[in-house]
């Protein structure tokens, strides 16, 4: 799809996203689940496979260089800065021959290439090193579209008190969008940072961060999230 047929498809949306405001806000929709006291930042699927060119999970890469990883420097900053808990998450599987008769992919190979990401190949799979975690930030390997979904991550959360979670990553209609409504679903407030959140199809991330502010969590700007992160570290620094 050219860039003018891109810019047009966004301008339709935002139409049809100003005619379902009207309706989702008469019908109390739209609230507000707001920023709590301890936020972490749970960065989805900013691994290699996803955030560089050539492989079948490659992402929009002019977002991905432009928007999305300095996106996600900025908020690493200010999170860094202000101590508190990142997550990186990443996926692949250990068992990847779709004939064989045991596998950890499940059924989701039968819709889509997760075959390709080995576990074998790290590279693959490790977080892009223009954001790559540093010591105290974790690194959570998943199986399935959730970051939540059978994994440690909620567990992992509720330890450090956190209330809050920032989600960034790819894709805005999958493995974004089920962490940002599971999150919801087990008791954190969801934030989905604006610019920090990539697809491969366009329209995808508009649709799905209309529909997550509509429903699963409030859409913030990076600038918007670093100056509450930024927030709470003044705080803590008067209380002291």
């Not at 498809?9 to 707001?34: C, H, M, P």
């Not at 008769?101 to 499940?106: A, K, S």
């Not at 576990?119 to 939540?148: C, N, Q």
């Not at 805005?172 to 940002?180: D, E, H, K, L, S």
Request: glycine share 6%; hydrophobic share 45%; aromatic share 8%.
């Amino acid at each position: 799809m050219s860039d003018v047929d891109a810019k047009e498809l966004d301008r339709l949306l935002q139409q049809a996203f100003d005619t379902a405001s009207k309706l989702y806000k008469e019908r109390g929709f739209q609230r507000r689940v707001g920023f709590g006291k301890r936020p972490a930042l749970v960065s989805v699927d900013l691994a290699n496979a996803w955030t560089r060119p050539g492989n079948p999970f490659t992402c929009d890469q002019e977002k991905m260089d432009n928007e999305i990883i300095p996106g996600m420097q900025k908020l690493l900053k200010a999170f860094r800065a202000a101590h508190l808990p990142v997550v990186h998450v990443t996926t692949a599987y250990e068992i990847t021959d779709r004939n064989a008769d045991f596998t950890d992919m499940g059924l989701w190979h039968n819709k889509i290439p997760i075959d390709v990401v080995n576990l074998k190949d790290k590279e693959l799979w490790a977080i892009d090193s223009r954001i790559a975690p540093v010591e105290g930030e974790y690194t959570l390997l998943k199986k399935r579209a959730s970051a939540f979904h059978g994994t440690e991550l909620a567990g992992i959360l509720r330890a450090n008190n956190v209330d809050t979670i920032l989600v960034t990553g790819v894709t805005a209609c999958a493995c974004v969008r089920q962490t940002i409504c599971d999150g919801l679903a087990d008791g954190f407030r969801t934030i989905a940072v604006k610019e920090a959140i990539g697809d491969r199809v366009p329209g995808a991330v508009a649709w799905n961060l209309f529909d997550i502010d509509a429903k699963f969590g409030d859409v913030h700007t990076v600038d918007d999230c670093v100056a509450y992160v930024d927030g709470l570290a003044a705080q803590k620094i008067a209380a002291e």
